[in-house]
């Protein structure tokens, strides 16, 4: 479904160059660990070196409105919070919120 709705509009080209992009990002580990780390800078809005849920649910209503879908409820958001959480310690950390990155492009 994201994938159709950012199609909307675009050439057979621009698809391509998007999806190469996307792939460029994930399998190169600089790359990829630079966008993490601006994307971790740019939400982590208190400096505190986590991210905590109101800050999620804002990182997400960013992403989910550039492409043009309704954010998540609370409740999806918490799920999404539990399953990225993996030390269980209520914070999302970088490594975290890689996982969450890469889970996001490969969408």
Known sequence: L????????????????????LEFILNDKGTL?????QTFAEFDKDKNGYIDFEELQTFLGSVYGAIHLKPPTKEEALKIFSEIDENKNNKIEPEELRTLVVKMLKM
Request: net charge negative; proline share 0%.
């Open 33 to 37: 660990n630079g966008v993490v780390s």
């Open 2 to 21: 994201c994938h159709l709705q950012l199609m909307e509009g675009l050439t057979k080209e621009d698809i391509q160059l998007e999806a190469e992009n």
